[in-house]
């Protein structure tokens, strides 16, 4: 193969890989004008949470307004028939239900993880669902007529579930550190918690907890969807 050959092959080469290389960056192109950008999909998402968000507002001014207008009927059917026995007993079921705020004294605790980890056992250095569970159940059987968790109304359907290192409260997610309002006689309430097992335990542990007796405490009603609710009232009472 003489010189000139070689070059008209070389020439050849360089011209299909030329081609080549065209075709695939236009390939790459093409694609990447195919897909949306991380930008579109964020701003994408966003509004769509939005639209989530303001509709879930809406659904609780709904709640609201139907429950305001039950008030308003079961009180005009009670004022002519049972001297308001009939309105009392709505309040007090809607009390019990947490579906009305509560404004009273009581006891307001707070949470939070140790601050220095066990040297045997880290985890038992942090809080768990279980042990807010525990300070509910002591808060209860005090006689605590209102208790909310992060200013989440605990309900008699209310699961305090662990989710990594947060907690689950009716299917919101918290973190440390934990605030537990609880209404009722503060100094029954104050003194059952501090004699209980629960808090014996924590403190052994290094777990940070502090209560306090105060005289003007707001627990919101409960803001969830009163569909999930009802299911659990039905599974709770078959």
């Not at 769509?48 to 709640?63: M, T, W, Y």
């Not at 609201?64 to 207008?69: C, E, G, I, M, V």
């Not at 705020?101 to 939070?112: F, Q, S």
């Not at 009716?170 to 059952?192: C, H, M």
């Amino acid at each position: 193969m003489n010189n000139k050959d070689k070059k008209y092959i070389l020439m050849f080469i360089f011209i299909l890989f030329g081609l080549l290389t065209t075709v695939q960056f236009r390939s790459i192109v093409n694609s990447s004008k195919n897909k949306p950008s991380i930008a579109y999909e964020i701003d994408k998402l966003k509004k769509e949470l939005d639209l989530e968000i303001a509709e879930g507002n809406r659904l609780r001014e709904e709640i609201d307004f139907n429950l305001k207008k039950k008030e308003s009927i079961l009180k005009t059917f009670s004022s002519g028939n049972d001297n308001g026995q009939l309105t009392d007993q709505w309040e007090t079921a809607k009390l019990y239900a947490g579906l009305t705020d509560v404004i009273g004294e009581g006891v307001v605790l707070t949470l939070n993880d140790a601050t220095e980890k066990n040297p045997f056992q880290s985890s038992l250095s942090l809080l768990h669902s279980e042990d807010i569970y525990e300070v509910v159940n002591e808060l209860k059987k005090a006689g605590a007529q209102a208790i909310s968790i992060n200013n989440e109304r605990v309900l008699p359907t209310t699961e305090v579930v662990c989710a990594g290192p947060t907690i689950r409260v009716n299917r919101n997610r918290y973190a440390v550190p934990f605030e537990i309002k609880a209404i009722g006689d503060p100094k029954r309430l104050y003194s059952t918690f501090n004699d209980s097992i629960i808090f014996a335990s924590l403190s052994a542990f290094g777990i940070r907890v502090d209560i306090k007796e105060v005289k003007n405490i707001e627990i919101p009603k409960y803001n969830g969807n009163l569909d999930n609710l009802l299911k659990g009232l039905e599974v709770a009472n078959p």
